[in-house]
């Protein structure tokens, strides 16, 4: 290693250094600007570490979620279902160590075979790879952070058939499809638990914040 790095840098700038006082502060910002009450107490934790990820307090106006999903969500992580994702940016964020069941944590978007499945089927490849978990779909805890036609789909093969995972995180993000699948979502006829963000907003970072905060809780400082 370079000497130059075995010493601080010339301080420029006056900012907080310390991780698990940035946790702290973060929280507490949080917790003062987010209008929790409206989230039963089970939501809450999970509820900051959503805007803990996107920096925007006033999703918590926007999140919906079914009786007993955080419930469910925690038993099924507890029980070591497998963790479904859509995209590997959802995989990638996911942390493995607060995974006390160790967890298999799958996204088959890399299949070899989904770029074929996508073409014979007209659809995106996040939407076909799902098919690729029909074997590991039941029970599992689904978190959808990018593709609103991954959870299209998703909910088209369990109208057809596919098992019924033990709940659904559903946060595509995007201004096609992206509301109206998680609409869809909120309106499903299986009576799969689930939580989602009504609206164009989501992505990678709140899907797997979500599924970090299910799993281990609410941290009070940095791993």
Not at 87 to 114: F, H, Q
Not at 178 to 186: D, I, V, Y
């Amino acid at each position: 290693m370079n000497d130059a790095f075995a010493r601080p840098p010339a301080r420029r700038y006056d900012y907080e250094r310390d991780p698990a006082a940035i946790y702290r502060q973060s929280f507490a910002i949080v917790r003062a600007e987010a209008d929790l009450d409206r989230l039963p107490e089970s939501l809450r934790d999970v509820a900051v570490r959503l805007i803990h990820a996107c920096g925007e307090p006033d999703i918590v106006a926007d999140l919906a979620w079914s009786d007993g999903a955080a419930e469910a969500a925690r038993e099924a992580l507890g029980q070591g279902a497998p963790i479904l994702t859509d995209v590997k940016m959802v995989e990638y964020g996911i942390i493995r160590s607060r995974l006390a069941a160790r967890n298999e944590v799958v996204c088959t978007l890399d299949d070899p075979r989904v770029a074929d499945h996508a073409g014979d089927l007209a659809t995106t490849r996040s939407a076909a790879a799902v098919d690729f978990w029909q074997d590991r779909l039941a029970g599992a805890v689904v978190a959808i952070g990018n593709a609103p036609t991954a959870l299209f789909h998703l909910l088209e093969r369990i109208a057809e058939g596919f098992p019924r995972p033990a709940v659904i995180l559903g946060f595509p993000v995007g201004f096609v499809g992206a509301a109206e699948s998680k609409q869809a979502l909120s309106e499903n006829p299986f009576s799969i638990p689930y939580l989602t963000l009504k609206g164009r907003r989501g992505g990678s970072a709140i899907a797997a914040a979500a599924v970090n905060a299910l799993a281990a809780g609410l941290p009070e400082e940095g791993r």
